[in-house]
């Protein structure tokens, strides 16, 4: 593929990590206002976070990847 081939797909995986990426954070915000209200305890929630965090550290990998 020529640079620009390359980028118009590139610029599709992009999008698509980057709207997962964000929903994951939305998640992990989600959790914290969950544990506040005491419907899930403040272990349990940090657990939740630790999971969707390490879930944005590996797609923010792959991003870091397709734009170089």
Sequence with gaps: LVGSE???RDRSKIDKLIKK???????A???SAVAAAGELSQIEAD????????EIVNIN???KKLYY
Excluded: N
């Design 6 to 8: 390359m980028c118009i």
């Design 21 to 27: 990426r964000d929903k994951l954070d939305e998640k």
């Design 29 to 31: 915000t989600d959790a």
């Design 47 to 54: 657990e939740t976070k630790l999971k969707l965090q390490k």
């Design 61 to 63: 990998g792959k991003l």
